[in-house]
């Protein structure tokens, strides 16, 4: 089974459907800190939604125009990591992120997040992976920010969520920006 290492506690690996009643647990449990964000947080309530949620995932993975991983800690799962498009085509993708807030801080979706761009980008050929946020999601924008990405705009009012519609910042990466965790300092 694949498994990346973060930390020697940590490790980032698929998320499938075969997990759907750890997965709804983890929402049920995170719903309070992921729902002013995530709408599936909202629609995963057991563990018939969450298997529908992650076969979703499972086919997009297996037609390749999308993926899901988790982040588990001494074999809970605290969080994951997603790519929500994946366009081999236009060699665009686009990276999302939750995290528990009992392990952040801890550097868990940076080296997740840079494995799968490393992985975007030396393995699939991608060329632009980007990251979208609301505005008042700070803690992700400062991880857009250490990840190297830059801020390209703001789509305004594109996001309906809770009754209102909220603006997106888009922040990208592009393959000739990326700079490897692993590569010798220049």
Same mark, same amino acid.
């Given at each position: 089974?694949?498994?990346?290492?973060?930390?020697?506690?940590?490790?980032?690996?698929?998320? %499938?459907?075969?997990?759907?009643?750890?997965?709804?647990?983890?929402?049920?449990?995170?719903?309070?800190?992921?729902?002013?964000?995530?709408?599936?947080?909202?629609?995963?309530?057991?563990?018939?939604?969450?298997?529908?949620?992650?076969?979703?995932?499972?086919?997009?993975?297996?037609?390749?125009?999308?993926?899901?991983?988790?982040?588990?800690?001494?074999?809970?799962?605290?969080?994951?990591?997603?790519?929500?498009?994946?366009?081999?085509?236009?060699?665009?993708?686009?990276?999302?992120?939750?995290?528990?807030?009992?392990?952040?801080?801890?550097?868990?979706?940076?080296?997740?997040?840079?494995?799968?761009?490393?992985?975007?980008?030396? %393995?699939?050929? #991608?060329?632009?992976?980007?990251?979208?946020?609301?505005?008042?999601?700070?803690? *992700?924008?400062?991880?857009?920010?250490?990840?190297? #990405?830059?801020?390209?705009?703001?789509?305004?009012?594109?996001?309906?969520?809770?009754?209102?519609?909220?603006?997106? %910042?888009?922040?990208?990466?592009?393959?000739?920006?990326?700079? *490897?965790?692993?590569?010798?300092?220049?």
């Amino acid at each position: 089974m694949f498994r990346h290492p973060l930390t020697p506690d940590a490790t980032l690996r698929p998320l %499938e459907p075969w997990q759907a009643a750890e997965f709804a647990a983890y929402v049920d449990r995170a719903r309070p800190h992921l729902a002013p964000w995530l709408p599936w947080a909202e629609t995963i309530v057991d563990e018939s939604s969450a298997r529908a949620w992650l076969q979703r995932y499972a086919d997009r993975q297996a037609d390749d125009s999308g993926r899901v991983y988790g982040i588990w800690v001494s074999d809970s799962l605290v969080g994951g990591t997603l790519f929500r498009v994946f366009d081999t085509q236009s060699g665009l993708c686009e990276v999302g992120v939750w995290l528990d807030p009992a392990v952040q801080g801890r550097g868990l979706v940076g080296r997740a997040v840079e494995h799968m761009v490393e992985w975007a980008f030396r %393995e699939r050929g #991608m060329h632009r992976v980007e990251w979208r946020v609301v505005p008042t999601n700070t803690r *992700s924008i400062t991880a857009a920010k250490r990840l190297g #990405m830059t801020r390209d705009g703001v789509l305004r009012e594109v996001f309906p969520f809770h009754g209102t519609r909220h603006d997106i %910042e888009v922040w990208s990466l592009l393959a000739t920006e990326w700079r *490897s965790p692993e590569a010798p300092p220049a």
